[in-house]
């Protein structure tokens, strides 16, 4: 009796028009033919598509920077901030002549990402330092094994001619942060190639 | 014997103790941090300033106040001293601009560093709010060194500390280890990169404060928050043989010697510090070489105690502690269920 909501049930007799049933009947089935000629609820997915969210949390995408080298640098923030423990990943260290490749010294040689487990809470991209994972509006497809749900980098990192656009997950003031240059983490290889910075 | 007061707090140890010590017998937040200092090697101490502390009376005989932040860790109690650590919020200010120096050339790579999770300076910079950088020169940048091929020096992390210097004078034989140029230029090197070969030369890694010495036999292995910590030993002809184990499930990922609250390798009971050897930390790596007495002790906010929900071991000690049961740091006997090596890898 916290909300005083509740309702005491009475038994009382039905009147004759409740005992006839017909009535009733025939009042919900005007109900349902109604509904016949009104504007349906559902869309025909896949054909159509339901507008999303510009911050929906769908499939992983990990990002490659402007001069293509892998953001990521499995730090493991992402893994220890997911819920449901659905990321694992193994380091490497870069070798010479891989920094088109990597971005920083070390990298993720293998991350997965376990389909089943995640529950697309986007705690992943809010922990990542590197700006290297993020959410996407696109929707895990459905299959028959079970492992073909656990995501390795094949499927996760985008590729250099079929990049994913995030920039509208971002805040105006993070793109304009990130145009600045002066910051290391907005600098590529190319950068440091082109422009090296003076030798101590 | 001096009697003092630290933060108001009263004290009294004996003459030629420094302030930075009789803190450490007070225990708790009123201990200054030390980047530099180690109690365990002789003549540290002085270099990086993260001790600072107030000194608001110089001593009983002579009340005026030292006009400047003195370095705790190289000043000696005096009687009727009164010392303001965080009781003074313009000595706070002071340190965070110390830690904000500390930073200029330090690289804000804690994803790629193997320290990251327990690493001082990464304690020090949250603790004193600089987690951020107002620098936006080039930090000065060098290639890491393989000192042998166990160790890895990462000069750009090294804040000058002086502690692995010191390690290779007082513990090692046959010195090559040692700082070159001055000033800003300055830096660890050894001797044309001789490799360090010297059965106690790992001790380093164990005291370097940052991640400019670290482990190559753990390099990028995992993330120290996903290993769990067990106290181990085994006889060793050349140590004393007892370390922490760094686990991944049965696999031992790394060795190093049992730090204490200080994050100071701790002593064993006859007083001399438990150094470990060469072979302990990078050649043992096998759950079969060692045996193992149970969880260590790690405080519960650490990060490496994040999801091991079976480290009964370190929240009973603080809890305890929390109650007032036992002073700070002492071993707290838990019942036999906390240290079963069973019990360690329930999930």
């Known amino acids: 009796m916290l909300t005083n909501r509740s309702k005491q049930v009475v038994k009382k007799e039905m009147t004759i028009m409740e005992k006839a049933y017909l009535p009733a009947i025939f009042s919900g089935m005007l109900i349902t033919f109604k509904h016949i000629f009104m504007k349906k609820a559902t869309i025909r997915y896949p054909e159509q598509v339901r507008e999303f969210a510009p911050v929906y949390r769908g499939q992983h995408v990990l990002k490659l920077d402007e001069a293509g080298a892998e953001r990521c640098t499995a730090c493991g923030l992402c893994a220890v901030a997911c819920p449901a423990e659905a990321i694992t990943m193994v380091a490497e260290e870069r070798k010479k002549g891989e920094e088109n490749l990597y971005r920083e010294e070390k990298y993720a040689s293998t991350y997965e990402i376990n389909m089943l487990r995640c529950i697309f809470c986007g705690l992943c991209e809010e922990a990542c330092p590197k700006e290297a994972i993020f959410l996407t509006d696109r929707i895990v497809p459905s299959t028959f094994e079970r492992d073909e749900f656990i995501y390795g980098k094949d499927k996760l990192v985008e590729t250099i001619d079929q990049k994913v656009d995030v920039t509208k997950r971002q805040t105006p003031e993070v793109l304009e942060f990130k145009k600045d240059k002066k910051h290391k983490h907005n600098r590529t290889f190319l950068d440091r190639v082109l422009k090296p910075s003076s030798k101590h | ?347």
Not at chain 2, 21 to 39: K, N
Not at chain 2, 169 to 195: L, M
Not at chain 2, 216 to 242: E, I, L, N
């Open chain 2, 1 to 347: 014997m001096v009697k003092l007061t630290i933060d108001d707090i009263p004290v009294e140890v004996p003459k030629g103790t420094t302030i930075l010590q009789a803190a450490r017998l007070i225990g708790g937040d009123v201990t200054p941090p030390a980047m530099c200092y180690y109690s365990k090697l002789k003549t540290s101490g002085g270099y990086c300033r993260t001790c600072i502390v107030k000194v608001e009376q110089g001593s009983e005989k002579d009340p005026r106040p030292i006009p400047k932040p003195v370095a705790s860790c190289r000043t000696e109690v005096a009687e009727g001293m009164v010392v303001r650590n965080i009781t003074s919020p313009e000595n706070l200010e002071a340190r965070a601009g110390v830690v904000e120096l500390l930073l200029v050339n330090h690289p804000l790579d804690c994803p790629v560093c193997d320290q990251a999770g327990e690493c001082h300076l990464q304690d020090l910079a949250y603790e004193n709010g600089k987690e951020e950088t107002r620098y936006e020169f080039e930090r000065r940048e060098f290639e890491p060194i393989d000192i042998g091929d166990k160790i890895k020096l990462h000069m750009n992390r090294c804040i000058m500390c002086f502690r692995c210097v010191k390690v290779a004078d007082q513990i090692t034989d046959g010195r090559c280890h040692g700082v070159i140029n001055r000033g800003d230029a300055a830096e660890i090197s050894t001797y044309i990169e001789k490799a360090i070969d010297n059965d106690f030369s790992g001790n380093v890694i164990d005291v370097c404060p940052v991640g400019a010495l670290t482990d190559r036999t753990f390099r990028f292995k995992s993330r120290v928050w996903y290993t769990k910590p067990v106290d181990a030993h085994r006889d060793c002809s050349k140590c004393c043989g007892k370390v922490r184990l760094w686990n991944q499930g049965e696999e031992v990922l790394r060795v190093t010697a049992r730090k204490d609250q200080w994050g100071e390798v701790m002593d064993n009971e006859d007083g001399s510090t438990a150094w470990i050897c060469n072979d302990c930390r990078f050649d043992k790596k096998h759950i079969k070489d060692w045996t193992v007495e149970g969880p260590s002790e790690i405080n519960r906010h650490s990060v490496i105690s994040a999801n091991h929900y079976d480290t009964l071991r370190n929240i009973k000690a603080d809890t305890l502690r929390m109650l007032g049961g036992k002073p700070h740091g002492e071993k707290v006997d838990l019942g036999i269920g906390a240290l079963d090596p069973n019990n360690q890898h329930k999930q």
